[in-house]
Nanobody, 126 residues
Framework: QVQLVESGGGLVQAGGSLRLSCAAS????????MGWFRQAPGKEREFVAA????????YYTDSVKGRFTISRDNAKNTVYLQMNSLKPEDTAVYYC???????????????????WGQGAQVTVSS
């Protein structure tokens, strides 16, 4: 049974930081690229960041570039999203996801990822 479990969400003031973690089990973690998506109420699910299997390449949506950092620790079966300089518009449920194709077919479409976590709420207050 594959499980992706997010943690580290919460409430933070604008300008603050949070670090999300996603712990994976039931799969060969090092064989999967990992991504982060987010969804705010009434909005479409949005690509945030992705990292290839060994951590050698990272990708970000323009709205978070320079503020967020994705990383992974394959020995711990965990992917992270460090979020700095948070803005109210970052408020959303954040999901981690796993791509067996190592982003070779793209990285921004939800359908590319076959396993998903249940999400972690991030709320940024003004």
């Amino acid at each position: 049974q594959v499980q992706l479990v997010e943690s580290g969400g919460g409430l933070v003031q604008a300008g603050g930081s949070l670090r999300l973690s996603c712990a994976a089990s039931g799969l060969t973690f090092s064989a999967y690229a990992m991504g982060w998506f987010r969804q705010a109420p009434g909005k479409e699910r949005e690509f945030v960041a992705a990292v290839t299997t060994s951590g050698g390449n990272t990708y970000y949506t323009d709205s978070v570039k320079g503020r967020f950092t994705i990383s992974r620790d394959n020995a711990k079966n965990t992917v992270y999203l460090q979020m700095n300089s948070l803005k109210p518009e970052d408020t959303a449920v954040y999901y981690c996801a796993a791509d067996v194709n190592n982003l070779n077919y793209g990285r921004t479409r939800s359908s590319l990822y076959e396993y998903w976590g249940q999400g972690a709420q991030v709320t940024v207050s003004s």
